[in-house]
């Protein structure tokens, strides 16, 4: 295991970056932080209840570090962004349990099969370059019966928002954005990665207010069958 925080590859060398944003990187860093009032009770609501190792896939500058309940024996945080990843570094120094945060991408997760009790993804599969790939890896590392935890943006608003986000993705949102995309179904995802869907619930950030294209937000979680699953596409 590496120390917590630690963030070089095998080698002690730091790795090649997957995914370069540096400008938006910093951007989301400020935005997330001052956005943090409102999505703070979302990120408890989150995490609430876990235990066990606990892998968490795009963890950005770490905000939910600090929300991990006391019960979590350990968080593999994968960020691919090197900006990111290092204020998530730091982050992890000032957690109350174990984070480990790691380089690495959703459709190519650097650890072993079925090592997880839980996988969470919090605002990033609208980013994920490979969707049914990235699921799939999360599948594969978790255990059976492990459970998946999203906070995730989509579609909907209504019909006009639906026009604007399906403008908006393919025009300038991905560009200015990080690769993000308003107008995906995350539910239907993982729905079709074979997931089991549980408890969700469709909700809007802010709650009141102006309505954004990223607005439009679900909560809930799912697992991983019992029986076994087909790994990933050159899954290990």
Not at 93 to 103: L, T
Request: hydrophobic letters at 40%; charged letters at 25%.
């Amino acid at each position: 295991m590496r120390p917590r925080g630690h963030s070089t590859d095998r080698t002690g060398a730091l790795p090649a970056d997957p995914v370069h944003h540096p400008v938006f990187a910093r951007f989301y860093a400020r935005l997330s932080v001052a956005a943090e009032p409102t999505i703070g009770v979302h990120r408890d609501e989150l995490l609430a209840g876990l235990s066990g190792r606990v892998i968490e896939i795009g963890a950005g500058n770490g905000l939910n570090f600090a929300h991990y309940p006391s019960t979590v024996s350990e968080v593999v945080a994968i960020e691919p962004e090197r900006g990111l990843r290092r204020l998530a570094v730091t982050a992890a120094m000032r957690s109350d349990v174990p984070v480990d945060v790691v380089p690495g991408v959703a459709e190519a997760l650097p650890v072993k099969s079925e090592a997880f009790d839980a996988a969470v993804v919090s605002l990033v599969l609208c980013s994920v370059r490979d969707l049914p790939r990235a699921l799939a890896e999360i599948r594969r590392v978790l255990r059976p019966g492990g459970e998946l935890r999203f906070f995730e943006h989509g579609a909907g608003g209504g019909r006009a928002m639906a026009l604007c986000q399906r403008a908006l993705d393919r025009t300038v949102w991905p560009l200015f954005f990080g690769g993000c995309h308003v107008a995906g179904d995350p539910v239907g995802a993982i729905r079709d990665a074979g997931y089991e869907l549980g408890p969700h619930r469709r909700l809007s950030v802010p709650e009141k207010g102006l309505r954004t294209p990223s607005s439009y937000c679900v909560l809930g979680t799912a697992r991983r069958p019992d029986s076994a699953a087909p790994d990933a596409p050159g899954a290990r």
